[in-house]
């Protein structure tokens, strides 16, 4: 039987973090392979001497590495691509460069090493989605209006009117989202709802943290904001792209 599928909004930003827990990047258009987005959080932040079953220097360590800008020495090639930083200061290192890792180690006040990870270094799963609708309600909540960022979301979405439900993207849970009508365009399986952390309460422009924001979303949204993702067929993905769900 042949899937039946309905018309549920339009791609409205993307997103790709290079590094895990450094800033990430406004993108037209990815592939989405089987481990996400291309070079999503390839490389990431080990502690060294950590032997803990979560060892990476992230934000939660240290939440100015927001402020940290990742690029790609080439973007015409990616998946081959060196990768340097930018610091909140200035300076440009490659990711793996001893000035770099001296900094960090100073902030952290332990060994760090960078590693590179072909298939990602993901909290939970590959892909993470929010809609617009859903970071307006929580502005509301908080009383302020947010930078998107600091949900650092793979995929937001604008659904379409008729979704008027608040939170529409948990309506897709269980069910299949397909970007675009081309041969090669990706669809994900919605798996589940994002749990959240203390990521959320920091500005991504600033590093500033605002307690307000994660308290929100626990006593609001039994702590959860988004949904979580897994490549269903690979393919590619575009802003703009209008999406087609399935509930399976």
Partial sequence: MSRQYE????????????????????IDESRIGWHGLDCDRRFALLKSQDKSGFPWFT??????LVLYQPY????????ESAVRVKTPDGQDFAIDSPELLEELRRKSGKPIQAVQLWSGAFDAMDISLISVESSKSLDAMVGNK?????????????TTPYLTREFPEEKFVGGLLKFGDRDDSATIRIKRKDVRCMVVNIDPETAKQDPAVLKQIVAQRKN????????????????????????E
């Avoid at 959860?224 to 509930?247: A, N, S």
């Fill in 146 to 158: 947010l930078d998107r960022r600091r949900f650092r979301s793979n995929i937001v979405i604008e």
């Fill in 59 to 64: 934000s939660r360590d240290h939440p100015s």
């Fill in 72 to 79: 790609l020495v080439d973007p015409t090639n990616a998946r």
């Fill in 7 to 26: 018309e549920v909004g339009t791609v409205k930003e993307l997103m790709r973090f290079l590094v895990k827990s450094m800033t990430g990047e406004r």
């Fill in 224 to 247: 959860q904001l988004g949904v979580y993702g897994t490549t269903e067929r690979p393919g590619t993905i575009k802003v703009g792209d209008v999406i087609h769900w399935c509930k």
